[in-house]
């Protein structure tokens, strides 16, 4: 079966604490992205990734760290620094780093600050 | 910067009634997508627009693409419970960043 799988669904965080969300594809994409989604809004672009070793900041990347030493996987990180982590995390790959390439989506990990 | 924004924010409907939501970039896109995201899911493509003034339709769903490039509808005809969720439009200026719409959410009553 071939898709995007996230782990955890759900994730309890206290204050002052790193969390890695996992986020791993079997489509052969080379692209990944990571998106935060906070309730009644839209997506907001956190890091995305062309290649293996090589990724970029999106629009709100400050307090989250990735890594990409697998095409299959990128893995992002919520450091402590992220004033405002709660929220759910979409990752995403598509084919190519073509933002007109259509995006499939994981199923999300929700992530909750205690 | 970039900014694409949705309307409504909401709607209400019966079922077999029509429901419209529309997308307003303030630059010029180079094409445009629309994802469905049901109820505690996840973002689903539905759709991409390329070229100004294009139609297309999926079965009671149809989408538009504006002359200028700037905005984009969809229509969806006789709603269906099936329907529920949130519809974003997502656009892209050549091969920079899809930036997402706010989402317009539907509900539709049986």
């Known amino acids: 079966d071939g898709g995007i799988t996230q782990s955890p669904k759900y994730l309890f965080r206290k204050e002052g604490q790193n969390v890695t969300l996992s986020c791993e594809q079997n489509l052969n994409h080379d692209a990944m992205y990571w998106y935060r989604q906070d309730p009644g809004q839209g997506l907001r672009l956190i890091y995305y990734s062309q290649i293996v070793n090589d990724f970029q900041k999106g629009d709100i990347a400050e307090g989250y760290s990735v890594s990409r030493e697998k095409k299959e996987s990128f893995p992002l990180t919520v450091t402590s620094a992220q004033k405002n982590p709660t929220a759910f995390y979409l990752c995403?790959?598509?084919?190519?780093?073509?933002?007109?390439?259509?995006?499939?989506f994981g199923p999300g990990t929700r992530l909750t600050v205690l | 910067g970039q900014q694409v924004m949705q309307i409504p924010q909401y709607q209400h409907v019966q079922e077999g009634e029509d429901f419209t939501t529309y997308c307003n970039s303030s630059?010029?896109?180079?094409?445009i997508q629309w994802y469905k995201q049901r109820p505690g899911g996840h973002p689903v493509f539905l759709i991409q627009?390329?070229?100004?003034?294009e139609v297309k339709k999926q079965k009671r769903l149809t989408f538009q693409f504006g002359e200028a490039k700037k905005n984009s509808s969809l229509h969806i005809t006789a709603t269906q419970t099936t329907d529920v969720g949130t519809y974003f439009c997502?656009?892209?200026?050549?091969?920079?960043?899809?930036?997402f719409g706010t989402g317009t959410r539907l509900q539709v009553f049986p």
């Open positions: 630059t010029t896109l180079s094409n």
């Open positions: 995403a790959s598509s084919r190519l780093l073509a933002f007109t390439d259509t995006q499939y």
């Open positions: 997502a656009g892209s200026l050549n091969t920079d960043k899809l930036i």
């Open positions: 627009l390329v070229k100004s003034g």
